[in-house]
């Protein structure tokens, strides 16, 4: 992927160790607080991309991303730890897995999502990805604080025998959740990123994953490249160029 620049924006991929920490450390701040780097064996086998200010340097925001070329490799994913992704036939491949996507605290700029979405556009259409997919995380692992967002989920869950099955020890079945009463406001509670997936057509699983490690929950997301509306991958073409 080429530099991708918008505004006072610019995004990039990694070119060594040393921005790989530096993602590591956004993400420690973001999922885990305070100081430190958020590493794990799947850092090694992925790209980072990185959005950051074109005057300074300054990260706003990274994501990683893990090549998954056929159906069997999905059970190397990062996913496929939380998910049964075994029997997942709802998900063309090849595919590419999207993983620790944060935004500094503090940074209310919507062009760092969109440029986040412009980057994953350009990758996606230059390698000839079929789908993207990924865990949607909410902050904060208690399920109460997130029960209406998760209920607003109900219409976008994966068609039965489509979506990955339970492998988690601790889930939540939307199914069980009311509906609520207010499904505009309960769609704004979702996380921005998780928006964005379903207004490109993407489904989740029919649960959600209580990750005690990282502190969040989390819903399984796929977006097919096929389905995403004409004007949406129109726009976000033309913005990658």
Do not use: N
């Not at 991303?65 to 990062?78: D, H, K, N, Q």
């Not at 605290?105 to 079929?130: C, H, K, M, N, S």
């Amino acid at each position: 992927m080429q530099v991708l620049e918008k505004g006072r924006l610019r995004a990039r991929l990694a070119e060594g160790p040393e921005d790989v920490a530096r993602a590591q450390a956004l993400r420690h701040l973001c999922f885990r607080k305070g100081g430190g780097l958020d590493a794990d064996g799947f850092d090694p086998r992925c790209r980072h991309v990185l959005i950051e200010e074109r005057d300074g340097d300054h990260l706003l925001s990274c994501f990683r991303l893990l090549e998954i070329p056929t159906r069997a490799a999905l059970t190397t994913s990062y996913a496929a730890q939380f998910y049964d992704l075994g029997t997942l036939s709802g998900l063309s491949v090849p595919a590419i897995e999207i993983g620790r996507f944060c935004i500094a605290p503090g940074q209310t700029d919507p062009d760092i999502l969109r440029l986040a979405w412009v980057a994953l556009t350009r990758i996606v259409d230059d390698e000839g990805f079929a789908a993207m997919f990924g865990c949607t995380s909410f902050p904060s692992a208690d399920p109460d604080r997130h029960s209406l967002a998760l209920a607003a989920l109900r219409p976008h869950v994966a068609m039965p025998g489509q979506g990955p099955q339970r492998r988690a020890p601790e889930t939540l079945a939307l199914c069980d959740l009311p509906p609520p009463q207010d499904p505009r406001a309960a769609l704004a509670g979702l996380p921005a990123i998780l928006r964005t997936y379903l207004g490109m057509g993407g489904w989740v699983s029919d649960h959600a994953v209580i990750d005690r490690d990282l502190d969040t929950l989390h819903v399984f997301t796929a977006v097919e490249v096929a389905r995403v509306p004409a004007a949406r991958a129109r726009a976000l073409r033309a913005l990658a160029g």
